[in-house]
């Protein structure tokens, strides 16, 4: 680095710093769920002083360690987390696949149609994606009771498509209006058809555009809470609406600390998650604002 593009010392501190401070306060909180999630509740939300949970006294006297795995345990074998866990995961997994195939082949269709109707589509999608999912949900009620499908996870499935869809269609769409118009054309000439040319051609290229959306999708399913809590029984929950039921049951001893245990058991993955895809999202949403 050359004397002038040198940053002056002083401001390099400051900027160095604040950085610190920022990761700091932002990683605190699951950093302190996660240790407190290996102590027992008269620890972690001790009402005496908060470093209880620091030293685990409580801990300590009643499972003779200073940690322990009690929380995970009641969360994942007493309290059958493991349901939960493998329900979300064919939730997620179905909201993703039926959002990007449907998402991918909208977006190029809207993307390359000259029509004027196609903005009148984006913005009627706008619209809905802008509504809050619990006035949405309120809607499928009554005929998921008269077809008597309440409860099973394919009817939290088909509302969490229909919510994420509009937010698939505006994503993938910007991202194939970032790629050339030539490349489709070339490909026609060259005696593709036109899901040929879309199949072997496009995709490829905005390969990333579509994992950075179905990383978002699979957040939506993730994370969701209203449509899952309101159109799921219980045996069928998913994780989130299974961690609200365990706070839900304050009065009885160990229930928070299930919680607590819970809660850094669905937060790690996405970490992983985000870790693994951190290239990819990087460069998606980089292809996407820029248009060719």
Known sequence: MSIANRKPFPLALISFG????????AAFPFIW??????????DFFSRETWWNAVTGVRTIAQTGSAFTGD???????????????FNTAIVTVCVVVISLTFGTLGGYALARSGYRYTFWILM?????????HITLVSGYLLPFFQMNIWGYLPTSIIVLVAINQPFTLWMLHSFF????????ESALVDGCSR??????????????GVITTGLFSFLLAYN??????????QPNQTMVPK?????????????????????????????LLVMFFQRQIVSGLTAGAVKG
């Open 71 to 85: 929380g995970y345990y009641g969360a994942w074998v007493t309290r059958d987390f493991m349901s939960s866990v």
């Open 177 to 184: 209006l970032s790629i050339p118009k030539d490349l489709d």
């Open 195 to 208: 899901f040929q040319a879309f199949r072997l051609v496009v995709i490829p290229v905005m390969w990333p």
């Open 33 to 42: 769920t996660v240790w407190g999630s290996f102590k027992v509740e008269q």
């Open 124 to 132: 009627a999608a706008l619209v809905f994606r802008a509504m809050p």
């Open 224 to 233: 969701d809470f209203a449509v899952t809590a309101m159109l799921l029984s």
């Open 243 to 271: 961690i609200a039921s365990f706070l839900g049951t304050v009065q009885q001893e160990g229930n928070v600390m299930f919680a607590v245990a819970a809660v850094v058991s669905a937060t790690a993955p996405l970490f």
């Open 18 to 25: 604040f950085v610190i401070v920022w990761v700091f306060l």
